[in-house]
């Protein structure tokens, strides 16, 4: 198939180019690199051995994307391309609702005139806002609780509404949980600028001692251990899960699906297996909650085993070892 993705040289987008390359899949990536490196496309031809075209452009310009569809005439869109920082969200909430929500209109309009009817869409578990019911299933209440969350939501009800009055369009939403990790190549992965948000790249970052120590936000959480549980899941394994749903989504209608392990991890825990999977010692600090932030958070990942025969494969020992594969070499880069 040839596959138009937009946002594909970020940290899940270049992944799921490898994989879809090494599928054997023509890719062609589409990103106006504002959150990413323009080498990242060839450091993704490097890793799948197999090149994919790159065009610069934004979701927020419908000619952008027009003249792109219509010259790469794809089978499928996987649309990755996004504002994703919550922080942020709160600060410029209308750039959040002009990416996420006004290129998904975009996208959906070129689409619509070059005749493109297959989309996968990039959602976020953080729509379902605060857990009335844990695992966290797709009919759980959506009531996000930042702008980003309501970006994503609102982007996912575009597209509801649009397969709705098309008809013959098929379009399957992945909600992921928490992604982690690298290609172990150790050739791409996330890279995120200034102080990290997520844990993950912070525990790395305090591996390669460039910052002092881990700040645990909260102790007194009604978890095992007090720290926050989270669903951590690699992010190789959630570019396989777009493959298995790009394999399923030959008819028509619209579907959500949580990409997760269904298990959740507290940060005591990561902190451990990084520990014992790397040898590097993280030096913590115990803090306050951090606002917003959730007890416990993971997925019932049913439908994504039922639907798209899909189910996470690598543990966390393997999340922090990749990690760590990665931020080694680029900080040696
Ligand atoms: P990322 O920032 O690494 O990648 C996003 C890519 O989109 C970047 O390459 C960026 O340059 C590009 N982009 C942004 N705005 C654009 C625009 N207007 N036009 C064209 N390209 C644009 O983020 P990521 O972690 O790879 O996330 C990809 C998608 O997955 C996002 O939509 C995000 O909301 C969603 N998501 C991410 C996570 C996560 O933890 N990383 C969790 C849930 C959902
Ligand atoms: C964040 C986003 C969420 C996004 C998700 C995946 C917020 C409020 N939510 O969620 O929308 O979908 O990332 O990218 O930002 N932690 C520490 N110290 C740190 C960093 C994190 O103790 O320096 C803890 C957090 O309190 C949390 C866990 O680690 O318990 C995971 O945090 P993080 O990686 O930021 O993910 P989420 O909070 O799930």
Redesign the pocket.
């Known amino acids: 198939m040839r596959i138009f993705v ?8 270049s992944h799921f180019c490898v994989a879809a390359l090494q599928a054997g899949h023509d890719v062609v990536v ?7 490196d323009p080498g990242v496309p060839s450091r993704i031809a490097r890793i799948a051995r197999r090149p994919c075209s790159v065009v610069t ?4 310009r419908k000619q952008d994307i027009s003249n792109a569809l219509r010259s790469a005439q794809p089978d499928l869109v996987v649309h ?5 920082a919550v922080g942020d969200s709160v600060a410029r909430p209308l750039d959040y609702f002009e ?2 929500v006004g ?1 998904t209109a975009c996208l959906l309009e070129a689409m619509k005139e070059h005749g493109v009817h297959r989309l996968i869409f ?5 729509v379902y806002g605060q857990p009335v019911e844990l695992p966290l299933k797709e009919s759980h209440p959506l009531n996000p609780t930042n702008p ?1 969350g309501r970006s ?1 939501l609102m982007a996912e009800w575009l597209c509801d509404d649009f397969q709705r009055a098309e008809g013959n369009v098929s379009i399957v939403v992945l909600r ?1 949980f ?2 982690v990790g690298a290609h172990p190549s150790g050739g791409i992965g ?1 890279d995120p600028v200034g102080v990290p948000n ?1 844990l993950m790249p912070f525990v790395t970052q305090v591996a390669s001692g460039q910052r002092e120590r881990l700040h645990i936000f909260g102790t007194d959480y009604p978890t095992p251990d007090g720290t926050g549980v989270r669903d951590y899941l690699h992010v190789c394994d959630l570019a396989e899960g777009h493959l298995a749903a790009i394999s399923r989504s030959d008819t028509p209608g619209f579907v959500t699906v949580n990409l997760g392990t269904g298990t959740g991890y507290s940060v005591l825990d990561v902190v451990r297996t990084f520990e014992r999977e790397t040898g590097r010692a993280i030096p913590v600090a115990y803090g306050k909650r951090r606002e917003g932030d959730l007890a416990q958070y993971y997925a019932d990942p049913a439908r994504a085993l039922h639907l798209l025969n899909w189910r996470a494969r690598r543990d966390l020992g393997e999340m922090c070892r990749d990690a760590w594969a990665w931020q080694r070499g680029s900080s040696t880069e």
């Not at 589409?30 to 990413?36: A, I, M, Q, R, V």
């Not at 452009?57 to 927020?60: A, F, Q």
């Open positions: 937009t946002g594909g040289a970020g940290y899940i987008g589409f990103d106006n690199f504002c959150n990413s452009g934004d979701v927020r990755l391309a996004g504002l994703k990416t996420n290129g990039s959602s976020s578990a953080t980003y994503k992921y928490n992604p996330d997520n």
